[in-house]
């Protein structure tokens, strides 16, 4: 589990592939001592366990994660090659703040940057969610992007929009968002499962 409060910013050093699975090195401010083999961390909102790790000289660490040909297909991990920079989340432990909201790293879909505008001091972002999860997005509820927490101010369709405060702006990956890039999405839990109840409810 996360809450979509980004606690660092990664920088993707290597990307390999071999047998369908993407191996991603990034590198962190982490300290390597609070990160073991088999931690989770969220990249850019996807889930992805921790295989390696190494300490970089002058402080913070290195750590590899494989990604599989189903995140591959759903997220942007594919895309990404050495030099980009993304959105890091370690996973709750117990009696941790709860400062965004529930997010569980997996992400329903891609949505597609359709502008990128100022709105007095914080930046608007508008976003086409793809077909299958657009149900689950409500103005006032809370969306993750490149597993940032969000809430959206106006839905319209297959399209909503999102107000960016300038802190959110300055320590995240949004910033460098530009329209017709692409975001990875999570819908609201709560939603999915109202969703899910609902459909249930309809086939009985």
Known sequence: MFTGIVTAIGEVTAVERRD????????????????????????????????ETQSRAGG?????????PESLALTTMGALKAGDRVNLERSLKLGDELGGHIVQGHVDGLGEVLAVRQDGEGTRLSIRAPHEIAHLIAQKGSIAIDGVSLTVNEVEGDVFGVLIIPHTWAVTTLSRLRPGDKVNLEADMMARYAARLVEARRNT
């Open 20 to 51: 369908g699975l993407v191996r991603l090195t990034i590198a962190s401010s982490y300290d390597p001592a609070g990160v073991e083999i088999g931690a989770s961390i969220a990249h850019d909102g996807c889930c992805l366990t921790v295989v």
């Open 60 to 68: 913070g660490m290195r750590h590899v994660v494989e990604v599989a």
